[in-house]
């Protein structure tokens, strides 16, 4: 069967960038690693292929040599023979992927959680206390997986490494070894406790501390407290997922925060000192309504809203002004609304030319 050209192999141009090519044979790596895909002859052999196009076309002499003269072009020069270990010679892109060659787990699995917050504890922090459903190790057989009395034995088909060598041609592919699932020991009298895993699944309390300036989804990384990884393998990580109530007076835009005054007509257009509440808790502050005020003006109080979660200082507190009108009127009411009307210069009841003539204003 005649090869495939190297440029159809990774799905890109002859012009393709290195970017380009590294970009291609990622996605191609990571669909048809045999880690990913095990026993599927199929995609073994297309992820030998897209490494070996790639091998020869991130090498700038190779690449040259074959786009002259094709893959006659590389007999004795430095082609596919050459490859004595894909992992090794790909290690840049694998790493990743696969955490640094041959599928090797280097921590635990990590944990998420969802935690709901009030908008107080997300504006200025809060400690909490949280309960995680992880495993732990198992007290009966102290994580070993084997039945007290009996002692876990190397694994036969990777001799305790915990990896296969799977050699091919000019390839040598090396993977997780499928009895052992990469442990290096096979467990023959199990514990009855655990089932030979080691571990037991258990509900762990831990108090986080939240920082002051978080967000609705911001996310808090706890290190090494996720699921534990294999004998010698750290933990995974815990990542805490914030969602924040909704606060009842404020709306927060960025580091700033928003909220609404009502005023009368007589507030809005005389102007007038208020009295309005601060988001930290007990904390209010006179503000002076300028005299004219119309609805969708805002004032600013500078310093009084979110903390910076990375730095310092705070944000603002901006209040939009919205003017009311009033929907009942006692009698001596109308009669003063009705006399500034007329002072105005503008009757309640205005003749229709008068309308029109205002249209045209």
Known sequence: MSQRDYYEVLGVSKSASDSELKKAYRQQALKYHP???????????????????YGILKDPEKRQIYNQYGHDGLKGNGGPSGFEDIFSQFGDVFGDFFGGGGGQQR???????????TFEEAVFGAEKEVEVSKHNSCGTCRGSGAKPGHSPQACRTCRGTGQVVRAQGFFSVQSTCPDCRGAGQTITHPCSECHGDGRVLKNTKLSINIPAGVDDGSRLRLRGEGEPG?????????????????????????????????????????????????????????ISVPAGAQTNESYRIPGAGIPQLRGHGRGDQIIHFIVETPKKLNKRQKEIFKELSEI???????TLKGFFQKLRM
């Open 35 to 53: 880690d990913k895909n095990p026993g599927d002859k199929q995609a073994e052999d297309k992820f030998k292929e897209a490494s070996e196009a």
């Open 107 to 117: 921590t635990g699995a990590d944990l998420r959680l969802d935690i709901s917050i």
């Open 230 to 286: 294999p004998q010698g393998v750290p933990s995974g990580d815990l990542y805490v997922i914030m969602h924040v109530a909704a606060h009842e007076s404020f709306h927060r835009e960025g580091h700033d925060i928003h909220c609404r005054l009502m005023l009368t007509f007589s507030q809005a257009a005389l102007g007038a000192d208020i009295m309005v509440p601060l988001l930290d808790e007990g904390k209010t502050q006179v």
């Open 344 to 350: 105005d210069g503008n009757p309640v009841k205005e």
